[in-house]
């Protein structure tokens, strides 16, 4: 009987994994991205993060808790 019970016991532990792995990729690719401007600006904001252009690619801060974005302003040239 014990056998049976671990073997609950894991298939809850692998369901619990797998339904975090699915909320936490659900959760990113709902999260709100800055999108690229044109190239010739260097800095820019959605009201939520600010991204620029640097040398290793393009860096942003992290967006607040309560964010809601609006469409991108350039902010440098």
Same mark, same amino acid.
């Given at each position: 009987?014990?056998?049976?019970?671990?073997?609950?016991?894991?298939?809850?532990?692998?369901?619990?994994?797998?339904?975090?792995?699915?909320?936490?990729?659900?959760?990113?690719?709902?999260? &709100?991205?800055?999108?690229?401007? *044109?190239?010739?600006?260097?800095?820019? /904001?959605?009201?939520?993060?600010? #991204?620029? !252009?640097? &040398?290793?690619?393009?860096?942003? *801060?992290?967006?607040?808790?309560?964010? /809601?974005?609006?469409?991108?302003? #350039?902010? !440098?040239?």
């Amino acid at each position: 009987m014990s056998s049976v019970s671990d073997a609950l016991a894991a298939t809850i532990a692998i369901t619990a994994a797998l339904a975090t792995v699915v909320l936490a990729i659900l959760i990113g690719l709902s999260s &709100p991205q800055a999108t690229e401007p *044109s190239a010739s600006c260097r800095e820019w /904001t959605d009201s939520c993060m600010v #991204c620029s !252009r640097q &040398p290793a690619g393009i860096a942003c *801060s992290t967006p607040g808790i309560a964010c /809601t974005p609006r469409p991108l302003q #350039c902010l !440098r040239r």
